[in-house]
């Protein structure tokens, strides 16, 4: 399966599961969502990001395209644990292996925390390179968030990205989200005021 059809898959398989979901009534458990981010870097080619999870009960698959690196594919399975209540936490270990450009293990961490209107989420894994440890990488995605209006929300956020250098150890930025039905809708601005600022939109769907 060539890394392209893999990105295809990425966007339908949560389609699949949904309609999995409707005609299998022992599927009611599974949930999923499909994501696409779209880096908006000057004098750069755009490259979209596809990201898809799948969940079954406590079980957590997860499958991402240019993410790691461009043209590079990882599939990771994880066990999510939940904590309900006035303060909400989700943590979810993971591990993975990611193929093409870049390849290697990858152990990773996903945790999220809501308190009021606060809320907190952040992704890490760390890749084990099949090329040797001087290509080892950690990545990072973490963003805080307040609830500004009703399915609305802006924060700050940082994340440490492979595939494009600059200056900065961490990207950090901006954003703003809007959800409506099952679609999430997100505008992010990374090194704002510098040389090195650039845009990221992104669009999710739930199942």
Known sequence: MSLKIFGIVLIILPAVLHAQKNEDSDSTNWSGSAAAYYYFIP??????????????KSLHLEARYNYEDINTASVFAGYTWEKD???????TPMAGIAIGN???ILPGLECGASYSKINFYSENEYMLSFNGKEDNFFYSWTQLS???F???Q???LAQTLR????SFDIQRGVYAEYSVGNFTFDAYYFNPFTKYDFAVASVTVNF
């Open 85 to 91: 209540g006035k303060l909400s936490l989700t943590v």
């Open 43 to 56: 004098g750069e080619e755009i490259h979209p990001t596809i990201i898809g999870c799948a969940d079954y």
């Open 163 to 166: 595939w494009y250098k600059t």
């Open 150 to 152: 009703k399915n609305a």
């Open 146 to 148: 307040t609830d500004i």
């Open 102 to 104: 870049s390849g290697g």
């Open 154 to 156: 802006a924060g700050v």
